[in-house]
């Protein structure tokens, strides 16, 4: 059974477009607190203006939280630590950094856009939001910490990438198919595919921040040398 989830207009961006999505019931609800305790690691959550698509974001983190990290589960102090990426060297940014610099780039560079295009370029806000607060919680899966927090990627990492595990989590908690393919598409698993305008945005903040996270690495690996 599927009924419509209507994604809001923002009241801050008035050329963000109105779309209606289709969403399970069977995949429905999640505690108030588990949006407050989620929306503590990752704010932008409440600017997801649609009620239903932010309780099943939040259900996305709480389920990844009690069931990635090989198994064992994340707590709050260890996702709050675990690094950006694994893959450029000593960079100081962390995971939940990342995050959040990409929901408010996305954010920044969605009002940019309406404000200067209008409604030839529209943008759900809501999908947007979703997709960068959703884009990278595969890693919960793809990564694993030991009993000293030191982070390594996963046996199941390195057989599915987390934006594959990604979908799966999300699609098991009826997140709409306009945000599972942000998560799809967002790094080079989508560069033979059109991503949608929101995937192209959080595409390129993800980037961003990834390749100063690489500049960053490669600064301290000279300075060591
Ligand atoms: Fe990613």
């Known amino acids: ?17 109105h779309t209606t999505i289709a969403v399970s019931h069977e995949t429905a609800q999640s505690p108030e607190a588990d949006t407050s305790f989620v929306a503590r690691i990752f704010p932008a959550l409440l600017h997801i203006e649609s009620p239903p698509l932010r309780s099943r974001v939040a259900a996305c983190w709480i389920d990844a939280m009690a069931t990635g990290n090989g198994g064992l589960g994340w707590t709050e102090d260890q996702l709050r630590r675990l690094p950006f990426t694994l893959k450029a060297g000593e960079n100081g940014m962390l995971f939940v950094e990342h995050l959040n610099s990409c929901a408010e780039q996305c954010r920044a560079i969605a009002g940019v856009l309406s404000a200067t295009f209008g409604t ?18 595969g890693k919960l899966f793809e990564l694993q910490v030991n009993e000293r927090g030191t982070p390594s990627q996963s ?11 990604g979908v799966a989590i999300a699609a098991r908690h009826g997140i709409p198919d306009e945000v599972l393919h942000i998560i799809a598409a967002h790094s080079f698993e989508g560069d033979k595919i059109e991503r949608s305008i929101e995937c192209i945005i959080f595409h390129h903040a993800d980037f961003v921040d990834f390749d100063i996270a690489g500049f960053l690495g490669r600064r301290a690996t000279e300075r060591r040398s």
């Open 155 to 165: 046996a199941g990492g390195r057989l599915v990438r987390h934006p594959f595990s």
């Open 120 to 137: 030839r370029v529209p943008i759900n806000l809501d999908v947007l939001i979703a997709g960068a607060l959703l884009a990278d919680i």
């Open 1 to 17: 059974m599927t009924t419509t989830m209507s994604t809001p207009t923002s009241t801050t961006m008035n050329t963000t477009t």
